[in-house]
């Protein structure tokens, strides 16, 4: 039933409730009060009109009330509840996507977004799908590339479980490339995203075609060494 | 006796009511009302401060149900932790008038 004194009634005890996601269930409550009542002074021979009246007459002050049910719905309170329980569900979902992309890689796949060199054509690419969870961050290597221009590229990804309270390290990696002479010493790139889950990408230029291994670095003991040697997928067969 | 529900005994006498069966705010009131004879005439809104400030200490459970009209209404239930409050401040009611008896009744009232 809806009565425009009601309704301006309810309306204003609401109007000193500060915790707004209460107000539907306060709102029906006493509106129900007052239906209540009001058929009750019905029943009891008043007319309809002034039985109306009546009801909101004896609501009481809707400023005094309505204060009331503010100190009672602490808005401080409600907002720690609400936001422990946003928290909460962010942290399941954050814990809930790097399961699936480490049972489905494809996952990873699905939100591909390497940028991928223009100024150079491909020469290999090594599909590696390296997985290794270092502490508590797991690196993922996608990818390694090599460009007709010498460089060489890695195409990667990590995780970093939300809920572990070690000092999050930068989760970029780092590259060195060895010939048969040792080490080559080269400049070179990239750019990583994502805190938790982020993809990145690392290139080195003036790599000779003839380099057999990369060592990619990663945090404080990660060490992957990667033979180029194999697994290349030639670009100009397929 | 206008100020009512929100005076220090109010508390008591409705977890006295919702100790005996689970009530929505209109039929307290009603209730209250029978029982006292109409002594007790408060503006009706003021219970339900009351009963929601009750409900985030713990002391009784909100529930909504149909009631006997077939309305669906909201439901006051008394909560262990309620039950432990309305014993300790029963024995705070009785001790208090007690005394007011002792005091009025004069010392051969208070001297058995």
Known sequence: MRVPDWEEY??????????????NSIYFEL????????????????????AKKAALTCMGDADAIG????????????????????VFIILVILNILPFLSLITSGFISIFESYENKTDS????????DYKEKIYDTTLIIDKILY???????????????????SIKWNSSIWIEAYDEQGEIHRGGGGWKSGSYYGRGQRSLRDIPSDTTKIVVYFGQNGEIPIDLTEGRVMANES | MDKGLIGGSTV??????????????????KEIEQRSNRIF???????????????????VKSYKDKAETGKERKYYKITTKGKTQLAKEQKQWNEFTVSVAKVLGGVGYACP
């Not at chain 1, 309810?10 to 996601?21: A, C, E, I, N, T």
């Not at chain 1, 009001?38 to 007319?47: A, D, R, T, W």
Request: without cysteine; hydrophobic residues 35%.
């Open chain 1, 121 to 128: 054509s491909l020469v290999y690419s090594i599909d590696l």
């Open chain 1, 10 to 23: 309810l309306k204003q005890v609401l109007s000193h409730v500060k915790f707004k996601y209460d107000h």
């Open chain 2, 41 to 59: 005439q408060f503006k009706e809104g003021t219970v339900y401060p009351v009963l929601h400030r009750m409900e985030s200490q713990g002391l």
């Open chain 1, 31 to 50: 509106r129900d009060h007052m239906e209540d009542r009001y058929e009750n002074f019905l029943k009891e021979g008043m007319e309809a009109e002034q």
């Open chain 2, 12 to 29: 008591l006498m409705l977890l006295s009511l919702l100790q005996e069966k689970d009530y929505y705010g209109y039929e307290i009131i």
């Open chain 1, 67 to 86: 204060e009331e049910l503010n100190k009672a719905h602490s808005p401080f309170l409600g907002w720690v509840w609400r936001s422990i329980r946003t």
């Open chain 1, 147 to 165: 460009y007709e221009d010498n460089t060489l590229e890695v195409r990667y990804a990590t995780w970093t479980n939300p809920f572990s309270n």
